[in-house]
């Protein structure tokens, strides 16, 4: 039988896979919108975060524990002839050796910003946004629905203290160095989980999450 593309069983042939193709598509379209809702809401939700830390008063913003000393660290590495006096900042040898994100994106964005403390404090937008979006991905890559998977992510950003250890889990105020590590589990577990399904394990989760 002749099913080349020019004849009546082509032309059917072509309709079909036309047809299957746009039905994937659509459905493929419908999963992506119903995440990208989720995602915008989780971008708003960063912003409002951001703007609730600063409150409005970005001339005054106080750092306190561990982000005041990551400030401190970039501003004498900067200007070392401001701290040629101090005890313990005039030593750059002593604290160059700490590499952690943060002080290299204060010395980097120094100068979009009025202070070190606004420029600090900004990048809880992008630690808010990649928490909820990697433990949102968690859920759907463990198969639950889009609810439990907000769920999961909302309940993992909130602040559980560890008493034993004076210490913390969860959302701070100042996004400190290990919340950015925090923020970034997620998208670990998540490739974990989609890596152990095989190249395109994930996708399905994905899709029908």
Not at 34 to 53: D, E, K, N, Q, T
Not at 58 to 79: H, M, P, Y
Not at 140 to 163: D, E, K, N, P, Q
Request: charged share 10%; aromatic share 20%; glycine share 10%.
């Amino acid at each position: 039988m002749n099913i080349s593309l020019g004849t009546i069983w082509g032309s059917r042939l072509k309709s079909a896979i036309f047809s299957r193709f746009t039905t994937a598509l659509s459905f493929c379209r419908h999963r992506l919108d119903s995440h990208a809702v989720i995602i915008i809401l989780f971008a708003l939700i960063s912003i409002l975060s951001y703007y609730g830390r600063v409150g409005g008063n970005i001339q005054n913003i106080e750092l306190g524990g561990d982000a005041d000393s990551v400030a401190w660290i970039a501003a004498a590495l900067d200007n070392p002839e401001a701290f040629s006096r101090d005890p313990l900042l005039s030593h750059t040898e002593w604290f160059e050796f700490y590499h952690a994100f943060h002080v290299y994106w204060l010395r980097f964005a120094r100068s979009w910003f009025d202070s070190y403390a606004h420029a600090y404090v900004w990048l809880m937008i992008p630690c808010v946004f990649l928490h909820l979006t990697g433990y949102y991905l968690l859920g759907v890559a463990l198969g639950w629905s889009r609810v439990w998977s907000v769920g999961l992510s909302i309940i993992v950003l909130l602040t559980f203290w560890v008493f034993p250890f004076g210490t913390y889990w969860g959302f701070w105020p100042d996004p400190q160095p290990r919340f950015l590590f925090a923020a970034t589990a997620g998208f670990l577990f998540a490739a974990a989980l989609y890596l152990r399904g095989g190249a395109l394990g994930g996708v399905p989760l994905f899709f029908g999450g």
